[in-house]
């Protein structure tokens, strides 16, 4: 017997007292929110853009070529926003990862953001239904722009409070994290000067322009 002290995973302070609890919150009570919150959306995601089979008398296999037919044609959406909410996911929880206590003013700002993500499934069904700019065409840009700038301005914060952020982490890391943030705003203004007039409207489907960011997304986190 040595007398250490295991390591119980969590973070510590000089003391030895765990880091993660001292918060406004507890960090791991706050993630259990967070999955439940990207949860909620991706089921709203899904029952947006995946048919439910009806309950009709039909001849099996005509029935199961017509669904499956159907789900082929739509599913083009929902690969779409699943990979814009799955970058998202990672990215907020890479940014946790490098936190070690949340504070009140992190907490609050993470309600904006987490009201801006539930808006991702609503906003992108309402530009399935819209062939022109406004109002609905630019709604999904500015919902992504918001995200995006509401995840920045968390990071920015936590960052820059040493209280908040491990000790430790090299800036290589937080400079890339960031960037990795700006992908999607950065899309997004691109999308609203795009889609927010009559005569450029649509010259670049969504689904391609978004695509750009998750490539870049990847290959960043590759690199880091």
Sequence with gaps: MTGEVPDTGKNQDDTGSCTCCKGAIPQDMFEILMNGVFAFVMTLIVKNNIPLPSAINADDFAFIATYVEQISSESTNFIFTFGI??????????????????????????????????????????????????????????????????MVTLWRYASHHQRLILPGIANKTVKNLSLRMLLFPATAVCGLVIDGWDGSFGSIPITELYLIPIILFFFLSWKN
């Design 85 to 150: 909410l799955a970058v998202f996911y990672i990215l907020f929880f890479e940014m946790l990862r490098h936190i070690r206590v949340l504070d009140r003013n992190f907490v609050y700002l993470s309600f904006g953001f987490i009201l801006s993500i539930i808006f991702i499934p609503l906003t992108s069904l309402l530009w399935t239904f819209s062939d022109m700019p406004m109002p609905y065409g630019v709604l999904f840009h500015v919902n992504i722009l918001c995200t995006g700038l509401l």
